[in-house]
């Protein structure tokens, strides 16, 4: 089978085929959800807390997810590849370019990053210099301190219509999948409905075009917390295999994210 090109994934949406993906940060992880048929591997900024053991994203730098994604590209032959921009590498738009540029030279083949509006003309600039983005909206780690915890994302409406905004902002900037995190259910169908670009929800309910998660959260092997939108497919498998396969058919047929993972 090709790699999954982003197109194949705007098919997906057409044609309401569901999509998973998971973090993945190492070439032997990878090589699994590859041949397991995940479609999108995120090198995430995540890993300063589940590798380096930080309470936060923001210690990460281009260097530590350029290094990820090369040990993920070595082996992940069909899924995606996408690499986060980490906390301040896209502080301008010339910045974002250079930084971008070592992710994509390090395997990637999609960067990503988190925000609305703010960062629309640096997308349409990556988008025109040749290079895929993937948004990330609702709850942003890199934003955690503006937010005051990590914490549930546009409950209000004022929130929620400004989330829809930022959406169809990327959108219009070019951004060919979005990430949504941590918003209730119907603001995430709402999101998933208005959008022509697939949307993929972490602790946003099962109406999102697919889903990801952290892969330490599916394991069971997060340090400390796991959260309550994640689940543990080990549990039932015993088998890491095993377990991708059982994450990957229950987001397929809905049966994850249940009412239990999703926030209302
Ligand atoms: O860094 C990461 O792993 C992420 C996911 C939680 C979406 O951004």
């Given at each position: 089978m090709a790699k999954i090109s982003v197109s194949r994934l705007a098919k997906m949406k057409q044609e309401h085929e569901k999509i998973t993906c998971i973090t993945a940060y190492d070439a032997s992880f990878a090589a699994i959800f590859d041949q397991a048929g995940i479609q999108v591997l995120l090198v995430g900024d995540s890993l300063g807390m589940v590798l380096q053991g930080h309470d936060s994203t923001l210690p990460v730098t281009v260097e530590h997810i350029a290094y990820h994604t090369a040990s993920v590209a070595s082996t992940a032959e069909k899924s995606l590849i996408i690499a986060d921009l980490p906390f301040m590498s896209y502080a301008t738009p010339e910045q974002t370019y250079s930084n971008a540029a070592i992710l994509m030279r390090a395997g990637a083949n999609m960067v990503k990053l988190e925000g609305g509006n703010w960062v629309a003309d640096s997308v349409k600039g990556l988008v025109e210099r040749g290079i895929p983005v993937c948004g990330h909206l609702g709850l942003t780690p890199q934003s955690v301190n503006v937010f005051g915890g990590y914490k549930v994302?546009?409950?209000?409406?004022?929130?929620?219509?400004?989330?829809?905004?930022?959406?169809l902002a990327l959108q219009t900037a070019g951004v060919q999948l979005l990430i949504l995190?941590?918003?209730?259910?119907?603001?995430?169908?709402?999101?998933?409905?208005?959008?022509?670009?697939?949307?993929?929800?972490?602790?946003?309910?099962?109406?999102?075009?697919?889903?990801?998660?952290?892969?330490?959260?599916?394991?069971?092997?997060?340090a400390g917390f796991c959260p309550k939108f994640s689940k543990n497919f080990l549990v039932e498998t015993g088998d890491i295999r095993r377990a991708?396969?059982?994450?990957?058919?229950?987001?397929?047929?809905?049966?994850?994210?249940?009412?239990?993972?999703?926030?209302?």
């Amino acid at each position: 089978m090709a790699k999954i090109s982003v197109s194949r994934l705007a098919k997906m949406k057409q044609e309401h085929e569901k999509i998973t993906c998971i973090t993945a940060y190492d070439a032997s992880f990878a090589a699994i959800f590859d041949q397991a048929g995940i479609q999108v591997l995120l090198v995430g900024d995540s890993l300063g807390m589940v590798l380096q053991g930080h309470d936060s994203t923001l210690p990460v730098t281009v260097e530590h997810i350029a290094y990820h994604t090369a040990s993920v590209a070595s082996t992940a032959e069909k899924s995606l590849i996408i690499a986060d921009l980490p906390f301040m590498s896209y502080a301008t738009p010339e910045q974002t370019y250079s930084n971008a540029a070592i992710l994509m030279r390090a395997g990637a083949n999609m960067v990503k990053l988190e925000g609305g509006n703010w960062v629309a003309d640096s997308v349409k600039g990556l988008v025109e210099r040749g290079i895929p983005v993937c948004g990330h909206l609702g709850l942003t780690p890199q934003s955690v301190n503006v937010f005051g915890g990590y914490k549930v994302q546009g409950r209000n409406d004022q929130q929620a219509e400004k989330l829809l905004d930022d959406a169809l902002a990327l959108q219009t900037a070019g951004v060919q999948l979005l990430i949504l995190e941590c918003v209730p259910v119907a603001l995430a169908k709402r999101v998933t409905d208005a959008l022509h670009i697939p949307v993929i929800g972490i602790g946003a309910g099962a109406e999102t075009d697919g889903q990801i998660l952290v892969m330490h959260d599916a394991f069971g092997i997060s340090a400390g917390f796991c959260p309550k939108f994640s689940k543990n497919f080990l549990v039932e498998t015993g088998d890491i295999r095993r377990a991708v396969e059982l994450y990957k058919e229950q987001v397929e047929n809905k049966i994850f994210p249940g009412a239990e993972h999703s926030f209302y």
